[in-house]
C-alpha cells in the first residue's frame, strides 16, 4: 500500500500569515495568482474594494479548470458582475479566505489539478 503522494511540480504554499504567503522559501506580501501550472503573477490589489471585473478576466485568461478566491482576512463573495469572464469560459471558482485558500489550492494542485488560487493579501493599515 503506497502512502505517499506522487511527486508533484506544482508550486506549493508553505505557509501564511497576517500580510503575507509563503510559496516555497518566499514570503510574498502583495497580493498573488499563482497556478498549478507553475504561473506566478502579481494581482494588483490591496484591499478586496479595489477589485474589479478586469482582476476576474485576468484570471479567466489562465485556462485554468477551477478558480480557488482567498477574499483576505474574512469570506467575502465577489459581486456577480465580476465573474463574467469565468462564467463565459464554464470556469468554476470557489470563495473562501486568503488562509483557507492556500490550504485548498495545495491539496488539488497535489493531486494535480489544473487550479489557480487568486490570493487578496491586504495592506496592513498600521
Known sequence: MKLHPDIVNAPIISGYGTGWIGIGNEKVHAST???????????????????????????????SELVIFGSGLRLRFPQAAWLQALIERRIGIETMDTQAACRTYNILAGEGRNVVAALLIERSSG
Open 33 to 63: 495568482v499563482i497556478s498549478s501550472s507553475g504561473q506566478r503573477i502579481a494581482w494588483h490589489c490591496d484591499a478586496f474594494e479595489q477589485l474589479g471585473p478586469d482582476h476576474f478576466a485576468q484570471l479567466a485568461s489562465l485556462g
